[in-house]
């Protein structure tokens, strides 16, 4: 009977093994299989045309790095902010930025001229543009473009709703009539002019749908998508119809490295060359690199403390402490509010503290407004005083017929900066006797609470939060547009309204003259700054780094006084002139099989050794260190 | 009632030699003794740390991810705040989640498991079939999807974890008193008309405790790390500090390429030595409550 | 009887596919209209927001949509991602092979490595090696395998920069030959697979310790060393196969934590497999993703479990006795 179990498994032994060895090979054979179709597969959806020979360590290349990168290349659909820097590298604007001070310079467009009554702009084009596979630039394009892409792509739409007539009398004239002026069809429409012969025999349906279109992805800037391997790389050669300065770099890679700590380590490590989005905590630590430059420049955006002050008969189901609607209060939590801190702290001193609703990066309309509620506490303690809210001692909320002054502050999870600035509006204004409530939510929650609709009415949900804004290059229609009543409803956050402010927004967009448009935006301005509308608590900076020992030629640019590396995202002018610097070469140790394919091979090595040695030693079955059992044989 | 005292009298339940045997095992190995003080040292920072941090962990200051010194004895975050007290204070999340969502799972696998193997037939079939899908349903993606869909706080994960974690105590409570119920003397309790209420309760239940503790303690650990994970994923409580949190902090904000080492390393070695101090201890328990590892497995 | 069985296990595996996929109708469904996030977008409209609202069937009844979603999901039609505007289907193929070759490798080594630990500390147990072996492998277990993986970029990537700690190949290179490239890949798998395989070593570990340890008492070891074989010999020859059973079976199972192990390997080291995808589609809230995703997991899982049934059923003869 024990024999018998015994010769069964004794059978079980020598089958069971080689059935495990099999298992155990398989499972290593699937390994293996992933890794010889990967290339296959990954070439099947990259759509690479690309010839290029180059290699990482061609200094001809200028490789930047990111974070994220775009999901699509589509301008119907896309929906990151990562495309303009893609596409303002590939595609031209009816007018382009100035790079010194992002006014309006020929881009498509050679010239212009504004009618009398300022309802029509006439736009000469310039003769010399040519698609990059050889075919002209026309007015159809504009026309395809203005109408078809501002009409329903999801990220330019708004820029041409004023427009009622776009008019085509021959190839090199567009005609652009509009209900009534607007300044922002000279240098304010953020559309960028893409080829109808490509775009317009595709079908509406599947252009907003999943259409993705051809590499290279032709246009007409210095640049063209020749790959798009979505998760990896975008890189842009340089168009074979570019007729203006020469690029100092003939290939542009985009890389993805999915988290900002990679990217980081990727330009300290030389694997690329610029950073375009630097974590502001690392910034400094980052330029302390003897081969790494860092440069902060203003951006059109900014984070603003928001208050729920939709007027009653807008909002009536509106739920908010009312104390916040008393002027007086606002103005307090101004005063109270240490924009330096905010900006010290949430953002390590990278940003510059807010003044007022316009940002100071629109150089061509900001002044600094009269009324910057400049930190005093003592002024914020005086209004409350004068406004009749009783000061109950140190950190205590001042009350007045019962009502308190303690409002709750929503503030955005993912947004560790945005935490700190809450943090600190807190702490400082509980020294005036204004209690404010962190509450730290998802971003869906705080959009719930945002646009929350009762009764076919607005009915904003929050007494205060904080969040940000960005706007257009040059025109700050956008941003202003924010606070007007027209908005509340759709986008506006702050609920602000005022008939005056409204009427000035009207007119001011109907102004082409710069310093007169300037005059009534100043106004708009001060009634914001006055009411107290709209915190805004810091601007926002563009923080970049490149590696000196890659990149020189680097001039500031957008606005040319403080600006940044290469007019990221709104021009590709500067990224002409900058060129890998002398005797560069490659500094990543990224060559095909170096140093570090040793180390695989050894690696491999040891693997194949120990698993095989495993099967070896139970088939050979050495007998050096067999121990003597009972019975010898 | 009167059946209840004869009932209870005659056949004692075949005591399992858990408590003695479990006391010594934890006690008097130094395995045993070393998870238990790593266990209550972590639990007194749960109870005390916001009591003992020097600083206040989310104050920031000027001085970011600056090296250990004297004044922050593991050094600075992103936001300047003190890495050493952040510590103290995020043992409390890890404790709270670990243990009342591992309370949780097993409240809901015992009963699953105990109404399953007790009653047999069509209900044994529905609760088999709805815990095999939760067993197969992979419990990370599941927990992060739930955690996006409702607003993440601590009673939000510690609800996902344990709703999702219960299936394996289930399993074995299940298989458990399915040996049980064919015992003579639950056998003999049913045939001199006990409810089956009292049989669970005086029979199968205590025959079945020690085996669901052991496996609790299991799934302490689990919920330590569910947690952890969650919360580098970004889908903690952003209101309160985590060991997890920590580490999401300091990954997003670049801290390993920064080099800052007195940042990244702390949390996760906090994390691991708790979950190594608690899965010690539920191994041990387990060894002492299944015999058959015991037997042939003396190194435990 | 053996197809009988298999029937059944099969079976059993197709209704737990059908309660996954209704499950996952209806969990995607509460967690909301997707189109929520385009609110803050500027200039998205009202009618803009209705007119995606169609574009994704989410303005028709609840059953309609039932419907639709069965009858596309078994055609493979997993809808579109809000982001990319790609085929989910699409996203999934190409991050599929990544994910695969991750795993797999990790997955491998862990065996491997695990059960050599496992031998060597059951045939000394109780000894420095044995305690050294189980408490090594009981706090790799207990370490957060995101945690390993940054500790490996602290030392390999940061302060000995020696490793690629980001993407599956250097980006932007065209490769001489296949060869060049596979090496290339290999360089960048060494960190992302080296975390993946302490997370799972310890695992391994264990079980092949413990089934070592029951393999030793079984009979038929006693009488093969009863009748005078070397002690190695039946260790090597007759112990290790026997124990290996289990561990065969452990590494089909273990599927559903490998998974997510992937997630955060894959995040951390921008591995670009479904890991990172459904990581990038938590953030983003791209729901026809994060679905897709979560059913490919399932369906892993699922089939993971069966395979282990079906291997444990042909490499043990004792189940097939019975």
Request: charged letters at 20%; glycine letters at 8%; aromatic letters at 10%.
């Amino acid at each position: 009977m024990k024999f018998g179990a015994e010769e069964q498994s004794g059978k079980t032994t020598t089958s069971g093994q080689t059935k495990v060895g099999m298992a155990l090979i398989a499972l290593i054979a699937a390994a293996a299989f992933g890794l010889v179709t990967l290339p296959a597969l990954a070439q099947d959806d990259t759509s690479a045309t690309s010839t290029s020979t180059d290699s990482a360590g061609d200094p001809s290349v200028l490789r930047i790095g990111w974070a994220q990168d775009p999901q699509t290349l589509n301008p119907f659909v896309a929906l990151d902010e990562e495309n303009y820097n893609v596409w303002s590298l590939n595609w031209d604007l009816l007018t382009n930025f100035s790079t010194e001070d992002l006014s309006p310079v020929p881009g498509i467009a050679k010239s212009w001229e504004v009618s009398d009554d300022r309802k029509t702009v006439t736009f000469k084009l310039d003769p010399e543009k040519v698609w990059s596979d050889g075919e002209p630039v026309t007015s159809a394009d504009v026309k395809f473009s203005l109408e078809t892409l501002g009409g329903e792509g999801d990220i330019f739409s708004g820029y041409t709703d004023e427009i009622t007539s776009i008019k085509t009398p021959d190839d090199e004239t567009v005609v652009i009539t509009t209900k009534r002026p607007d300044a922002r069809i000279v240098g304010g429409i953020f559309v960028y002019i893409i080829p109808e012969h490509i775009y317009g025999d595709v079908p509406i349906k599947d252009l907003t749908g999943s259409y993705q279109p051809d590499l290279p992805l032709v246009g007409s800037g210095p640049y063209m998508v020749t790959e798009f391997d979505r998760g990896r790389i975008v890189q842009l050669e340089q168009n074979p119809e570019w007729n203006g300065p020469e690029p100092g770099f003939g290939e542009v890679q985009y890389i993805k490295y999915g988290n900002q700590d990679a990217v980081e380590r990727a330009l300290r490590l030389g694997e690329v060359d610029m950073v375009v989005e630097v974590d502001p905590s690392t910034f400094q630590r980052i330029s302390e690199d003897p081969n790494i430059e860092t440069l902060s420049s203003p951006s059109p955006s900014y984070t603003e403390l928001a208050f729920n002050i939709c007027p009653d008969d807008l909002c009536p189901d509106a739920e908010r402490n009312t104390a916040i609607q008393d002027t007086a209060v606002r103005q307090a939590i101004a005063y109270a509010v240490d924009r330096e801190r905010v900006n010290a702290i949430s953002s390590r001193g990278t940003s510059t503290p807010g003044a007022g609703i316009l940002p100071s990066f629109y150089t061509a309309f900001f002044e600094t407004p009269e009324q910057n509620y400049e930190f005093d506490p003592e002024m914020a303690k005086q209004i409350l005083d004068e406004a009749g809210w009783q000061d109950n001692g140190e950190g205590e909320a001042r009350t007045q017929d019962g009502e308190e002054l303690s409002f709750d502050l929503a503030v955005r999870s993912e947004s560790p900066s945005n935490i700190q600035a809450a943090k600190v509006v807190a702490e400082q204004a509980a020294d005036v006797g204004i209690i404010f409530n962190v509450d730290v939510i998802s971003v869906d929650k705080l959009t719930e609470m945002t646009v929350r609709f009762q009764n076919g009415k607005p009915a904003p949900d929050f007494d205060t939060f904080i969040w940000g804004w960005g706007g257009d290059p040059y025109d700050p229609s956008f941003l202003l547009s924010l606070l007007t009543t027209d908005e509340i409803g759709s986008l506006s956050d702050g609920f602000y309204s005022n008939p005056e402010y409204d009427k000035l927004y009207d007119e001011q967009r109907g102004v082409f003259d710069t310093a007169e448009r300037k005059a009534l935006i100043q106004q708009m301005v001060a009634l914001v700054q006055e009411d107290m509308g709209y915190l805004i608590l810091t601007e926002d900076a563009n923080l970049q780094a490149y590696r000196t020992d890659r990149i020189q030629g680097v001039e500031p640019a957008c606005p040319s006084d403080g600006g940044d590396l290469i007019c990221e995202q709104v021009s590709y002018e500067p990224l002409l002139a900058i060129s890998p610097a002398d005797g560069s070469s490659s500094s990543s140790g990224s060559d095909d099989g170096g140093g570090a394919g040793i180390v695989v091979a050894i690696i491999a090595a040891i693997a194949i050794l120990g698993g095989g040695a495993m099967f070896l030693r139970s088939r050979s079955g050495r007998r050096k260190d067999d121990e003597p059992l009972e019975f010898e044989e | 009632m009167s059946g209840a005292v004869v009932l209870g009298a005659p056949e004692p339940a075949p005591v399992e030699p858990g408590e003695l045997t479990a006391r010594s095992r934890l006690l008097g190995t130094w395995r045993g003794r070393f998870s238990l003080s790593v266990l209550g040292f972590f639990i007194f920072l749960a109870i005390f740390g916001n009591l003992i941090a020097p600083d206040d962990p989310t104050a920031s200051s000027l001085d970011i991810l600056a090296k250990p010194s004297w004044a922050h004895p593991l050094g600075t975050t992103e936001q300047g705040s003190d890495v050493f007290s952040q510590l103290l204070v995020g043992a409390r999340v890890s404790i709270v989640v670990g243990f009342a969502a591992a309370l949780i799972s097993s409240i809901l696998g015992t009963t699953v498991g105990l109404a399953g193997g007790y009653y047999g037939g069509w209900t044994d079939r529905i609760l088999d079939a709805v815990e095999n899908w939760f067993l197969v349903i992979p419990a990370l993606p599941l927990m992060i999807v739930l955690a996006r869909l409702l607003d993440p706080s601590l009673t939000v994960l510690i609800a996902v974890i344990g709703l999702t974690s219960w299936a394996g105590t289930g399993r074995i409570v299940r298989a458990q008193v399915f040996t049980l119920r064919e015992r003579a003397f639950v056998e003999r309790a049913r045939a001199l008309g006990a409810k089956d209420r009292y049989i669970i309760r005086t029979h199968i239940l205590p025959n079945t405790l020690p085996l669901i503790f052991a496996n609790t303690v299991i799934i302490v650990a689990v919920s330590i790390l569910a947690e952890a994970s969650l919360a580098f994923l970004g889908l903690g409580d952003p209101t309160k500090i985590s060991w997890g949190s920590m580490l999401e902090n300091a990954f997003s904000s670049g801290a390993p390429s920064a080099g800052a080492w007195w940042y990244v390393i702390p949390p996760g070695l906090c994390i691991a030595l708790l979950v190594f101090a608690v899965s010690l201890i539920g191994y041990l328990f387990e060894d002492v409550v299944n015999p058959r590892l015991r037997d042939e497995d003396p190194a435990f | 009887m053996t197809s009988r069985w298999l029937a059944a296990k099969t079976g059993a595996a197709v209704l737990t596919l059908v309660f996954v996929l209704i499950f996952n109708f209806f969990l995607f469904r509460v967690m909301g209209d997707p189109t929520t996030q385009l609110a803050r977008l500027p200039n998205s409209s009202p009618e803009e927001i209705a007119k995606l609202r169609a574009d994704y069937g989410i303005d028709k009844p609840i059953t309609g949509q039932f419907a639709d979603y069965i009858g596309d999901t078994l055609t493979l039609d997993l809808g579109i991602s809000q982001r990319s505007r790609e085929t989910v289907w699409d996203e999934i193929k190409s991050a599929l092979p990544w994910t695969l070759l991750l795993v797999g490798t990790g997955t491998a080594l862990a065996t491997l490595i695990g059960a050599w630990m496992g031998v060597m500390a059951a045939s000394r147990r109780g000894t420095k090696t044995d305690d050294g072996l189980l408490g090594f492998s009981l706090f790799t277990y207990a370490s957060p395998e995101y945690w390993i993986g940054i500790i490996l970029i602290l030392i390999f990537a940061v302060a000995i920069p020696i490793l690629p700690a980001g993407q599956q190949v250097d980006p932007g290179i065209e490769f001489s030959s296949f060869f060049a490239e596979a090496l290339n890949v290999a360089e960048h798998m060494i960190l992302p697979v080296a975390a993946m395989t302490l997370m799972l070593l310890g695992q391994y570990f264990l079980i092949m310790r413990s089934s070592m340890v029951d393999v030793m008492t079984e009979d038929f070891i006693t009488v093969k060393r009863a009748i005078g074989l070397p002690r190695e010999r039946v260790i090597n020859r007759h112990a290790v196969p026997n124990a290996l059973l289990p561990l065969v079976t452990l590494a089909a199972i273990q599927f559903g934590a490998v998974v997510g192990g992937a997630i955060t390997i894959e995040t951390i080291f921008s591995w670009p497999g479904l890991g990172q995808l459904t990581f990038d589609a938590i953030n983003t809230k791209d729901f026809p993703v994060l679905q897709g995703t979560f059913l490919v997991f399932s369906i892993g899982v699922i089939l993971a479990n069966l395979l282990a049934d079906i291997l444990y059923f042909f490499l043990d003869p004792r189940v097939q006795a019975r």
